[in-house]
Nanobody
Framework: QVQLVESGGGLVQTGGSLRLSCAAS????????MGWFRQAPGKEREFVAA????????YYADFVNGRFTISRDNAKYTVYLQMNSLKPEDTAVYYC?????????????????WGQGTQVTVSS
């Protein structure tokens, strides 16, 4: 069992930055691929970024376009999402997720555990 708790969301102006954190419980954190998804009101949950457990290879959605960076610190059981050059269309609830068998996946169905989400609002 893995519990995930996100933090770092908030209100920021267009062009600003935020760093989201996801703290995981359990000593098996390093065995999970980690991902970030987001869901805006009235829209489906969509993939943002993922990082695998071995060599920390990162994967990104096309819309990220170099603005976001996912990273992980296995010693601290934490995964991060650094978001720069934020746009109003980035406004959403951001969720952290853990996958035991599909590291780097962009499909939400491959993730076994989810956090409660953290709100990111980008004002124009």
């Amino acid at each position: 069992q893995v519990q995930l708790v996100e933090s770092g969301g908030g209100l920021v102006q267009t062009g600003g930055s935020l760093r989201l954190s996801c703290a995981a419980s359990g000593r098996t954190f390093s065995r999970f691929g980690m991902g970030w998804f987001r869901q805006a009101p009235g829209k489906e949950r969509e993939f943002v970024a993922a990082i695998d457990w071995s060599d920390a290879t990162a994967y990104y959605a096309d819309f990220v376009n170099g603005r976001f960076t996912i990273s992980r610190d296995n010693a601290k059981y934490t995964v991060y999402l650094q978001m720069n050059s934020l746009k109003p269309e980035d406004t959403a609830v951001y969720y952290c997720a853990a996958s035991s068998s599909h590291p780097g996946s962009s499909w939400y169905g491959d993730y076994d555990y989810w956090g409660q989400g953290t709100q990111v609002t980008v004002s124009s």
